[in-house]
């Protein structure tokens, strides 16, 4: 048996139907749903991070295989043994290797989850390495692909714990148009981070300066860490 089937046996050996239930309506499975034919087991992100840990050694045709497939966790984990892989590699060379095997299934990390649990420590972490700005995460932020603009938005989180927020604030304000749900959280968590972990200065000019075409989700997300005060005031004003 190869390795890439072990692999798949032992995710299925440890799949939870009620869970599997569970996410499967918690990740918008449903025809017309953003994650409509997505298939879950029912297994939780620590143990799927433990298997991961043993699987580092496949190749990436087998990563490849594993992100085609229809099962969620067999996707997760490749991206997982993808960031292990990442993060294992002794020069800026091998990173790229990673990286551009990332971007080339850029497609396949098709839920939010699988986003955000790779793209800041794979693609953010590599631009920042690479001293690139904000070109590359502006061109990826303009698909047409929701996973894409997402993946966008929060590769900026590695720059965010590098304390710069301006290609965070660059992308925000590439996607403030942004039709979709899940790109509204993002933004707004992006932001938020900023403001927490960099300047809340910087976030309050922001908000000032884009209050008016901030979308709802994104002004909440934010805000949060804002005093109660700061909080109603920008909520008052986004009515107006």
Known sequence: MSRLEQLKKELRKNADKSQ??????????????YGAGDVFLGLRVPLQRQIASQYTDLSYPELKEL?????H???LVALLILVQKYQKALTLKERKLVVDFYLSRSKRI??????DLSAPKILGDY??????????????AASKNLW???????STYAFILDSDYNITFSVAKKLLK???????????????EAGK??????????????????????LRYAIERLTTAQRQGYLHHSLL
């Open 67 to 71: 992100l085609a497939d229809i099962i």
């Open 127 to 140: 631009l920042v390495r690479s001293k690139r700005g904000s070109a590359l995460l502006l061109k990826i």
């Open 110 to 115: 098709n839920n939010w989850d699988l986003v």
């Open 197 to 218: 972990r960099v300047s809340e200065k910087a976030l309050l000019k922001f908000l000032d300066d884009n209050i008016n075409h901030l979308p709802r989700t994104t």
């Open 20 to 33: 599997a239930v569970i996410l499967q309506r918690f990740f918008k499975t449903d025809p017309g749903q």
């Open 148 to 154: 894409e603009k997402r993946i966008a938005m929060v």
């Open 178 to 192: 942004d039709k979709h749900d899940l790109i509204h959280k993002a933004v707004g968590w992006m932001l938020r």
């Open 73 to 75: 966790e067999f996707r």
